[in-house]
């Protein structure tokens, strides 16, 4: 007797038995290629409904920033109290005194500042008034009940900043203009146009790490140093109210 | 009416004068810039008066603006530069009272004034000398030119026919 022989050949393909391994075949390749990626995004859609709610984001946000207002309270006490072994400037952001201005000349012959506190609230010459967006001036005398504010702008008018991307030193001087200029001591500065202006974190004479503005031009090539000018953060002609930093060692 | 007049220019010094120098109101600036005070209360003071009490007018005028100021520069050498240039005109001539005179004399001492202030600057500060051309400054003074010139020929005017009367 002769047997027949077996099928073998493409019509295979027509039967349907083929395809479902294949498919099944191939599935679960796609699982394992993909890493399951399938299944975890399934799951996450199914889950969703009984995901933790608002209230446990709140709760949660909640804690991330109190636990970052403890942590930057220990960090500036930590800050000031190596500032101090190294005798350097340093303010407390409790001992800040809110002030309104109640005259303003910023565009005169002397741009400056009348505000309502004075030395009856702790007001003296010398402290560092910042406003919205950072540092405005600096106090430059001061009555029983208001102070006299000299403005970042005011021509002539010098402090020392610090660049902290290029770690570099400059002195910050007033042109009249909402634009100071500020002239590098260092002959090879690489500020860029963009660059962060804050008061030095080594200064003896203003608070470390006040904004002041944006650098917006540089001259490089500039005699006998080089100069950028800098686009001030705080607009001493829009702003109502101020603050002024009393220094830790100021009572 | 003399005693009305004396209460007028009273109050115009001792009350508005130092008002408009320290408070500057928004209605009275030109481009963030306020006129000329002390121009606008010398003028008329140094035609109706001897030369020797606008000169000394000058300097205590001078010492009251400065205490409004935020730096060694002073008011007084202009001050006195003008009230000894117009104590020299002290005429009795009615065309003086002219509002256009006026504004013309007004624009010529905010002009001294303002190149007072600007060439103490220079000499005080040595970061405003490596460029000789301050635009701060060319815009604060044609500014304060443009206001007082507007402003001087009412007030002045005013003070001065006031002192005649007086």
């Known amino acids: ?251 | 009416m003399i005693r009305n007049n004396k209460k007028l220019l009273l109050f115009f010094t001792v009350v508005c004068l130092p008002a408009f120098v320290i408070g500057s109101p928004e209605w009275l600036k030109i481009n963030g810039i306020t006129p000329c005070w002390p121009v606008i209360w010398l003028l008329p003071f140094s035609l109706k008066s001897r030369p020797w009490i606008a000169f000394l007018a000058a300097i205590c005028l001078g010492i009251f603006m400065d205490s409004f100021t935020i730096d060694k520069v002073s008011y007084i050498p202009s001050l006195v530069f003008l009230s000894l240039v117009w104590g020299r005109n002290r005429i009795q001539n009615n065309k003086i009272e002219l509002l256009f005179n006026i504004g013309l004399m007004s624009i010529f001492g905010t002009i001294c004034v303002g190149f007072s202030i600007w060439i103490q600057k220079i000499l005080f500060y040595n970061s405003l000398r490596n460029h000789w051309f301050n635009s701060w400054a060319i815009y604060v003074l044609i500014s304060e030119i443009i206001i007082t010139g507007l402003v001087a020929p009412f007030f002045s005017s005013w003070l001065l026919l006031s002192y005649k009367k007086n």
Do not use: C
């Not at chain 1, 930590?78 to 002030?99: E, Y």
């Not at chain 1, 609230?121 to 009555?143: F, H, K």
């Not at chain 1, 029983?144 to 005011?154: C, F, G, K, Q």
């Not at chain 1, 290029?166 to 002959?187: D, E, S, V, W, Y």
């Open chain 1, 1 to 251: 007797m002769i047997k027949a022989r077996r099928k073998i050949g493409l019509h295979l393909l027509a039967k349907s038995s083929f395809w479902l391994i294949f498919l099944i075949g191939a599935l679960l390749f796609g699982v394992r290629w993909t890493k399951g990626t399938g299944y975890m995004d399934f799951y996450a859609v199914l889950v969703k409904p009984i995901l933790p709610g608002t209230a446990q984001r709140e709760w949660i946000k909640e804690g991330e920033k109190i636990e970052q207002k403890i942590r930057i309270k220990l960090l500036e006490d930590d800050n000031n109290r190596l500032r101090k072994a190294l005798s350097l400037k340093s303010f407390n952001a409790d001992q800040r005194i809110s002030a309104a201005v109640i005259a303003r000349s910023s565009r005169n012959w002397w741009q400056k500042l009348e505000i309502n506190k004075g030395a009856k609230d702790g007001v003296t010459a010398g402290q560092t008034v910042i406003g919205p967006g950072g540092l405005v001036g600096i106090v430059d005398s001061s009555t029983i009940l208001t102070s006299r504010v000299r403005l970042l702008t005011d021509p002539g008018h010098q402090i020392g900043a610090w660049i902290s991307r290029i770690k570099q030193h400059g002195i910050l001087t007033g042109m009249g203009t909402n634009r100071p200029k500020l002239i590098f001591l260092n002959k090879n500065s690489l500020a860029q146009i963009g660059d962060a202006v804050t008061t030095s974190p080594a200064s003896t004479i203003l608070p470390p790490n006040l904004t002041i503005g944006i650098v917006r031009f540089v001259d490089a090539k500039a005699l006998p140093s080089p100069y950028a000018i800098v686009q001030l953060t705080a607009s001493p002609e829009a702003i109502d109210w101020v603050q002024v930093l009393k220094n830790n060692d100021s009572k």
